[in-house]
Nanobody, 114 residues
């Protein structure tokens, strides 16, 4: 299975972006889907996760602003980002995890101008 992330770009502070991550097949087989981000010189940090039952978790810095969702029928996971701040700028990666596999997408760049 391969993950293809898209939707990054340049946005002004306060703006919105919607990231998409599409799996080559059967994303429903993955228990956990997640978005991580990595800013220059920093480690990769969890942004949001969603389980197969729809339960979600968010990093403290994005709670109330970002929303993760999944559509197993479309083999996709999404990240709606509202109220973007300059500190949200990073490369965003999608991740899919199951007892048998742990897969990363290629990353999509988000730039937030102040």
């Amino acid at each position: 299975v391969q993950l293809q992330a898209s939707g990054g770009g340049v946005v002004q502070a306060g703006g919105s972006l919607r990231l998409s991550c599409v799996a080559s097949r059967n994303i429903g087989s993955f228990t956990f889907l997640a978005w991580y981000r990595q800013a220059p010189g920093e480690g990769r940090v969890m942004v949001a996760t969603i389980n197969n039952d729809g339960s979600t978790k968010y990093g403290d810095s994005v709670k109330g602003r970002f929303t993760i969702s999944r559509d197993n029928a479309k083999n996709a996971v999404y990240l709606q980002m509202n109220g973007l701040k300059p500190e949200d700028a990073a490369v965003y990666y999608c991740n899919a995890a199951s007892p048998f596999a742990y897969i990363w997408g290629q990353g999509t760049q988000v730039t937030v101008s102040s």
